[in-house]
């Protein structure tokens, strides 16, 4: 059994796709405040490529990712992990199903940004949303973001993408990125970033994994929120504050 003094050991349920499970991992690296190897979140990860596809999944046309995630999942709590993290925003649309199957709790990606969002405004914000078909269609940022919303007292309306922006721009730019092409999917994204701030967007939300890997602060003139730096934040936090026994 792994000991860590004073960490909680944190189970990356990843792979989906790979190099967002990297870059999920260099940012909860990056987000500790450490001096030495001994200081940082201890992690175990489970990088399985071969995971079905989510949005097929949920459009009927392929396999569902369930099995194969809650096997992952238990894989990750057999190396003794006492919470998982998913550094894949559309996987969250089977959450219930997993955290039933677990013993551990499972953080979501979509309370870390929603979190993250009210940093960036406290009062009203207009967010636009970038993420996959699925993630979008399914309501899983909308139906989620407005529950917190409600149940902190706050605000929130939201600007998603048109049926023509997801299908012209932002699906071939995911597909671009998982490709290896992170230069096409840029160029395609910043059409619509640019697209939801013309239509008033105060705040975007990188809805997917892939996205944060070619998009930063520098592409837009208001703010983007990375659920995968904010995901990274909760896992440092939560690790520092629990420890192995």
């Avoid at 189970?11 to 987000?31: Q, R, W």
């Avoid at 001994?38 to 046309?61: F, L, N, W």
């Avoid at 299908?167 to 071939?172: I, L, S, T």
């Avoid at 809805?207 to 730096?229: K, M």
Wanted: glycine share 8%; aromatic share 4%; hydrophobic share 45%.
């Amino acid at each position: 059994m792994l000991k860590s003094k004073g960490y909680g050991l944190v189970g990356v349920l990843g792979g989906m796709g790979p190099l967002a499970t990297v870059d999920f991992m260099t940012k909860v690296i990056e987000s500790t405040p450490a001096s030495c190897d001994q200081e940082h979140i201890p992690m175990i990860v489970s990088c399985i490529p071969q995971i079905p596809d989510r949005t097929q999944a949920y459009k009927g046309e392929g396999a569902s990712p369930l099995n194969e995630m809650i096997a992952n999942a238990k894989r990750l709590v057999d190396a003794d992990a006492k919470v998982i993290a998913m550094a894949c925003n559309t996987a969250h649309l089977w959450f219930e199903q997993l955290q039933k199957a677990v013993p551990v709790p499972i953080l979501h990606i979509v309370d870390s940004a929603i979190e993250a969002i009210y940093k960036v405004d406290n009062s009203r914000p207009v967010v636009g949303l970038l993420a996959t078909e699925a993630t979008i269609s399914s309501g899983l940022y909308v139906n989620r973001g407005n529950s917190i919303a409600k149940a902190q007292g706050k605000e929130l309306a939201w600007l998603l993408p048109t049926t023509k922006e997801i299908a012209e721009w932002v699906m071939p730019a995911i597909s671009s990125i998982k490709g290896g092409d992170l230069k096409a999917g840029h160029t395609l994204l910043i059409k619509a970033v640019n697209a939801l701030r013309d239509r008033g967007a105060t705040a975007i939300i990188m809805g997917c994994t892939e996205i944060p890997l070619v998009l930063n602060s520098s592409d837009s003139d208001v703010p983007l929120v990375d659920p995968t730096q904010s995901l990274a934040t909760m896992v440092v936090e939560w690790s520092t504050q629990q420890g192995i026994n």
